[in-house]
């Protein structure tokens, strides 16, 4: 097969499901850290006690994920919130007792400043993760466009997420599906702290495209 071939060939073999299978909290961890950990290691570091923190508590329910197609291992996932919660979970209580309250109180704070509260009809995605191994060949997109597909089933009207500026590849995969910058907040005060300077908040509407099918979680 030609490179790009083989590229759709695996995306359609990846099997696309809403919800977190009972068992891969440690796969999905580790996807969200290999992402984010630059920008959570503040927050929920150092790697290994953040990983472990992020899998004790996820919500199962605000998540899509990729699995082979033997569904043994999950290889990308998109998490969203919706409703008051979240794929990645844990607040106060959750902290505190998982890094005590010295080390605790601090690490709230850092959570506070990543906190996105979606408007009425919004559903907010707080990430998108796909397996090195597995990039370029189409999860990414195929996960965005269940995330909308979902957000429309909840009469959202649109869908609202979050990039920064130390993330262009990310931004160009949102264009690509109909996202548009709507804002960018400078944000110099969080550079030394998590490697980002700015963060630019885009917007597309909620909905499918044709022609995906999707497999609901049973």
Same mark, same amino acid.
């Given at each position: 097969m030609e490179p790009a071939a083989e590229s759709e060939a695996e995306s359609a073999a990846v099997v696309i499901r809403r919800g977190?299978?009972?068992?891969?909290?440690?796969?999905?961890?580790?996807?969200y850290w290999e992402a984010f950990g630059r920008k959570l290691g503040?927050?929920?570091?150092?790697?290994?006690?953040?990983?472990?923190?992020?899998a004790a508590h996820l919500h199962h329910d605000r998540g899509v994920?990729?699995?082979?197609?033997?569904? &043994?291992?999950?290889? @990308?996932?998109?998490g969203y919130r919706l409703g008051g919660r979240a794929l990645t979970g844990g607040g106060l209580r959750e902290v505190l007792g998982?890094? @005590?309250?010295?080390r605790g109180l601090p690490r709230l704070a850092v959570l506070a400043l990543l906190e996105r509260t979606p408007e009425p009809g919004e559903l907010v995605m707080d990430g998108i993760a796909v397996d090195p191994a597995h990039? @370029?060949?189409?999860i990414g997109s195929r996960l965005l466009t269940e995330v909308a597909a979902l957000a429309a089933?909840?009469?959202?009207?649109?869908?609202?997420? &979050?990039?920064? &500026?130390?993330?262009?590849?990310?931004?160009?995969?949102?264009?690509?599906? @109909?996202f548009s910058a709507v804002r960018t907040e400078q944000t110099p005060y969080l550079k030394?702290?998590?490697?980002?300077g700015a963060v630019t908040t885009m917007h597309r509407a909620a909905g499918a495209r044709p022609g995906h099918t999707r497999e609901q979680q049973r």
């Open positions: 977190v299978p009972r068992g891969a909290e440690a796969q999905v961890a580790e996807l503040a927050a929920l570091g150092p790697p290994e006690r953040g990983r472990d923190f992020i994920v990729a699995l082979t197609p033997g569904g &043994d291992r999950v290889v @990308g996932v998109a998982s890094y @005590g309250p010295f990039r @370029g060949t189409g089933e909840h009469r959202c009207t649109r869908v609202r997420l &979050d990039v920064i &500026d130390v993330n262009p590849r990310a931004r160009a995969l949102y264009e690509r599906h @109909g030394r702290l998590m490697g980002f």
